[in-house]
C-alpha cells in the first residue's frame, strides 16, 4: 500500500525556467514532510522540508508547497538549472512514527 | 559533524550465498537507524529500522533480516540470498522528532 505517490516518473523543463514536482499522500496524520535529491549509485541527499503547521517553505530556489486538505505536496525549483538534474523523492513521516515513507520518484531532466 | 558508513559499495554474490550489510554512524549518541531497498526502476521502500539497540521493527516480509548490536551499527543480513534480493540497499540516521533522515552512499548488491 503506497502512501506517498509521486504520479510523474519524470519531468523534463528547459534551463532558467521552473520546475514543479508533485507528490501525493493518503495517510491523514503524517505531519512532516521532506524532499530528496538522488543522483545514480548514491545516497539520497536532503533537500527541503515542510510541517503541517506550516503551508508554504522557502530555501534560495527551493519552495515546497503542502496543502493538506488535498493531501498535496509540491517542490518548485527556481530557476532550473542542467545541475538539478536527478531524480527528487518526496517522504512522509509523523510525529512518534520514527520512520519515513517515501514516494517513487521523479527523474528530472533540465536541458541547456 | 556526524557521518553515516556504508559498506560495501558494490557487492556481487551468488543465489543461496549469505549476506551482511553493514552501517555506522560517528558524531551522534542513540540515533534512529534505517535499511531501505531501491529494487531497480523503483522508489525508496523501508525494510526495517530501529530505535535503539536490540530493537528492530520489519515493515515488510521477506528474506533478510537486520540487527543492531551497538548503539551506532546497524546491520542487514541474509541466510540464503534470492534473486529478487538484488537492489540498491541505503542505510540512513535521523533523530526522530520530524526532522530529516540522512543516508549512506548505498550498496549495489547483485545477485546471480
Known amino acids: 500500500d503506497q502512501q506517498v505517490k509521486q504520479n510523474s516518473p519524470s519531468l523534463s523543463v528547459q534551463e532558467g525556467r521552473i520546475s514543479i514536482l508533485n507528490c501525493d499522500y493518503t495517510?491523514?496524520?503524517?505531519?512532516?514532510f521532506l524532499w530528496y535529491k538522488k543522483y545514480p549509485a548514491e545516497g539520497p541527499t536532503f533537500l527541503i522540508s515542510?510541517?503541517?503547521?506550516?503551508d508554504k517553505n522557502e530555501d534560495g530556489r527551493f519552495t515546497v508547497f503542502l496543502n493538506k486538505s488535498a493531501k498535496h505536496l509540491s517542490l518548485h525549483i527556481v530557476p532550473s538549472q542542467p545541475g538539478d538534474s536527478a531524480v527528487y523523492f518526496c517522504?512522509?513521516?509523523?510525529?512518534?512514527?520514527?520512520?519515513?515513507?517515501f514516494g517513487s520518484g521523479t527523474k528530472l531532466n533540465v536541458k541547456p | 559533524s556526524q557521518t553515516i558508513h556504508q559498506w560495501p559499495a558494490t557487492l556481487v554474490q551468488p543465489v543461496g550465498s549469505p549476506l551482511s550489510l553493514e552501517c555506522t554512524v560517528e558524531?551522534?549518541?542513540?540515533?534512529?537507524l534505517y535499511w531501505y531497498r531501491q529494487a531497480a526502476g523503483r522508489g525508496l521502500q523501508l525494510l526495517f529500522y530501529?530505535?535503539?539497540?536490540?530493537?528492530i521493527s520489519s515493515e515488510v516480509p521477506q528474506n533478510l533480516s537486520a540487527s543492531r548490536p551497538q548503539d551506532r551499527q546497524f546491520i542487514l543480513s541474509s541466510k540464503k540470498l534470492l534473486l529478487s534480493d538484488s537492489g540498491f540497499y541505503l542505510c540512513?540516521?535521523?533523530?526522530?522528532?520530524?526532522?530529516?533522515?540522512?543516508f549512506g552512499q548505498g550498496t549495489r548488491l547483485t545477485v546471480v
Open positions: 558524531g551522534t549518541s542513540n540515533p534512529n
Open positions: 540512513a540516521w535521523g533523530t526522530g522528532e520530524n526532522t530529516e533522515a540522512f
Open positions: 517522504a512522509a513521516s509523523a510525529t512518534n512514527f520514527n520512520k519515513f515513507y
Open positions: 515542510i510541517s503541517s503547521i506550516k
Open positions: 530501529s530505535v535503539g539497540i536490540g530493537q
Open positions: 495517510n491523514s496524520m503524517f505531519d512532516y
